[in-house]
């Protein structure tokens, strides 16, 4: 399978919404094949999200995994293998919650930007049946992430406050462990 090269902001593949994928094709060879290069193009870049159009498919799909942290003290959890295809993700009651995050799209920055505890998730899965569910904590932040992608939303447009954004090894050496948030953000 092949690693599919991730386009950068700048790219209009990012600024531009998706199209909704036509449930019949979701089963066709080619839609499991951009599914399967996706989770391999995510893996590699060792993020925890990827979605169509970061790949240059203006397609409402997006995938996402977070594996356990080589350091659990760091609290990521495990979250299992997803495929996500025409989602509509409702916010569930609960106040925002800032937290980093990163963009595979965005290389080497980090920025805290709120969002919602926890929302429901409906659309398909890569079988075609419908998924339901509720994403809570850092699910629910890498559902938001993702799905903001899938309307031409990055992460900078969610930010409050512009004076968080830093570059990786900074934010390592000043921010990480200081402010909201401890993880080590990884990119989506
Ligand atoms: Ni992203």
New binding site residues.
């Given amino acids: 399978m092949p690693v599919l090269p991730i386009v950068r902001l700048g790219h209009p593949a990012l600024r531009t919404p998706a199209e909704p994928v036509v449930p019949a094709r979701v089963v066709e060879r080619a839609f499991q094949r951009l599914i399967d290069d996706m989770v391999e193009t995510m893996r590699a870049a060792e ?1 925890v ?3 169509a159009p ?1 790949v240059g498919f203006g397609l409402q799909l997006f995938v996402y995994e977070a594996l356990d942290a080589e350091d659990p003290a760091r609290g990521i959890p495990a979250i299992p293998l997803r495929a996500v295809i025409n989602p509509m993700v409702e916010p569930l009651p609960g106040e925002l919650v800032y937290d980093w ?6 290389p080497d920055l980090r920025g805290l930007v709120p969002r919602h505890p926890a929302v429901r998730v409906r659309g398909l899965d890569r079988g075609g049946g419908a998924l339901d569910y509720v994403a809570r904590g850092f699910e629910a932040r890498i559902v938001q ?2 799905f ?2 899938l309307n031409g939303v ?2 900078l447009d969610r930010m409050r406050d512009l004076q968080s954004l830093a570059f990786y090894d900074e934010w390592e050496r000043f921010l990480a462990e200081s402010g909201a948030g401890a993880r080590s953000a990884p ?2």
């Avoid at 995050?101 to 965005?106: H, P, R, T």
Wanted: proline share 5%.
């Fill in positions: 993020g999200g990827l979605a970061q995050e990163g963009c595979l799209s965005i992430h993702e903001d992608h990055v992460f990119p989506e």
